[in-house]
């Protein structure tokens, strides 16, 4: 990846995603017992950081000609997609599960993509997607493996890094790896010392554990409400990037999550999906590696099913996580 290529794409980026909010939270800092600022990725027209790639995507298709382009999404991407391809002319297609958050769904087709839905999970939309680009000669946009949506990605480290960091770590949640590897690369390179930690949920942990043993690790299931993250078969090119960039990267249970959105809820007012919990849950489940320091945890999306986000984030406090309120 290459700085010069990142502050490129920013210039190409609609302003609406660019600049989001960065600030201390102090109010979740009694139940953490570390300094937490927030990098918040939710407030912008597809709730999501997807569309700093998509933008630059999209960019680059509508200067070449291109007319169509079709991707596979869990629902941000996809949503991300559409905005950005309709307002350069381009014909969009989504292949998502038909698990994927009704929401997500509904918002897709609102941005007036075509959205084709297949009876298994986001790598058999995966499957489906590629498919489809081979059929039909279309651009096949692949979250993570296209360099563009990781420089897009990465202009979040820009932003991070030009406010002078005083933080010692930047918390990252780990999915198909585009966020990690372009945020990481930026902070590695314009502030080494800050430690880089990606996050996935114990029940989809294909890229952790790829990371840890060096080469591809594949599962055959996953079993998470973090739906954003839940792959199961990481990107060669994308885990060799993740290997240069990420000083660790740990797993997370459900109880973490769920009580890492509702902190975010009750003491910062963020409704948010649960993958954008999981720097918080990473905290939640190792407080002594976090104690006294600075951390940055980067608030990726806020596109959730109301009805799933009050089973979890209603329900009494879980044991497995006390009460933010009990951990003073």
């Not at 060096?214 to 090119?237: F, K, M």
Request: hydrophobic share 45%; net charge negative.
């Amino acid at each position: 990846m290459d700085t010069a290529r990142i502050q490129a794409a920013r210039r190409v980026i609609d302003p609406v995603f660019l600049d989001t909010p960065l600030y201390r939270c102090e109010a979740l800092e009694p139940g953490l017992g570390c300094m937490v600022s927030i990098k918040l990725e939710t407030a912008n027209p597809v709730r999501s950081f997807k569309a700093r790639g998509t933008e630059v995507v999209a960019s680059l298709l509508a200067g070449t000609g291109s007319r169509a382009v079709v991707c596979a999404s869990a629902g941000n991407l996809g949503q991300a997609l559409a905005w950005s391809g309709r307002g350069r002319g381009l014909e969009v297609t989504v292949v998502a599960s038909r698990f994927t958050p009704a929401a997500k769904l509904d918002r897709i087709r609102a941005l007036d993509a075509r959205l084709e839905l297949v009876d298994g999970d986001f790598d058999m939309a995966r499957e489906r997607a590629a498919a489809l680009s081979r059929y039909d000669g279309i651009r096949l946009v692949e979250d993570s493996a296209d360099i563009e949506t990781c420089e897009g990605a990465a202009t979040i480290g820009l932003e991070l890094t030009e406010v002078g960091p005083s933080f010692d770590a930047v918390l990252i949640a780990l999915g198909g790896g585009a966020l990690a590897t372009g945020v990481g690369h930026v902070v590695k390179t314009r502030a080494p010392d800050v430690e880089v930690i990606c996050i996935q949920p114990a029940g989809a942990p294909a890229m952790t554990h790829s990371w840890r043993q060096r080469r591809v690790v594949t599962t055959d299931s996953t079993s998470t409400i973090a739906d954003g993250v839940a792959g199961r078969r990481p990107i060669p090119a994308v885990l060799d990037d993740l290997l240069l960039v990420a000083d660790d990267a740990v797993l997370v249970s459900e109880a973490s999550i769920i009580g890492g959105m509702r902190m975010l809820l009750e003491h910062a007012g963020l409704v948010v999906e649960p993958s954008a919990a999981l720097g918080i849950a990473a905290i939640l489940e190792d407080r002594d590696r976090f104690a006294g320091r600075h951390v940055v945890t980067i608030v990726c999306g806020g596109n959730v099913d109301l009805d799933a986000y009050h089973r979890w984030v209603g329900a009494a406090p879980i044991q497995a996580v006390p009460s933010p309120l009990t951990l003073r």
